[in-house]
Structure formats: structure tokens, C-alpha cells
């Protein structure tokens, strides 16, 4: 797991995974959830 935090547009950004993404699913204002159609251990 990696976070980074992005002072100038105020983001943080959560990456679980390798995978590239292959969608997006917005969970409330300004919160936005990359997704995969599967997933890497």
C-alpha cells in the first residue's frame, strides 16, 4: 500500500494495487474510487 499526499490540489491518494485502472466510481463529492476488474496479490 502506498499513500501520497498532494499539497498543492489538497488529495490524498490511496494505491492498494499495481493494476492500472479500468474505471472509476465517484462515492460523494470529490471522492473518487479507482476500480479494476480484478486484483494482484
Known amino acids: 500500500m ?10 490524498i491518494y ?4 499495481n493494476q492500472k485502472p479500468d474505471g472509476v466510481v465517484e462515492i460523494s463529492e470529490g471522492v473518487n ?3 479494476t476488474s ?3 496479490i
Open 38 to 40: 480484478g486484483y494482484d
Open 33 to 35: 474510487l479507482d476500480t
Open 2 to 11: 502506498r499513500v501520497h499526499y498532494d499539497a498543492e490540489v489538497d488529495a
Open 14 to 17: 490511496i494505491k492498494l494495487g
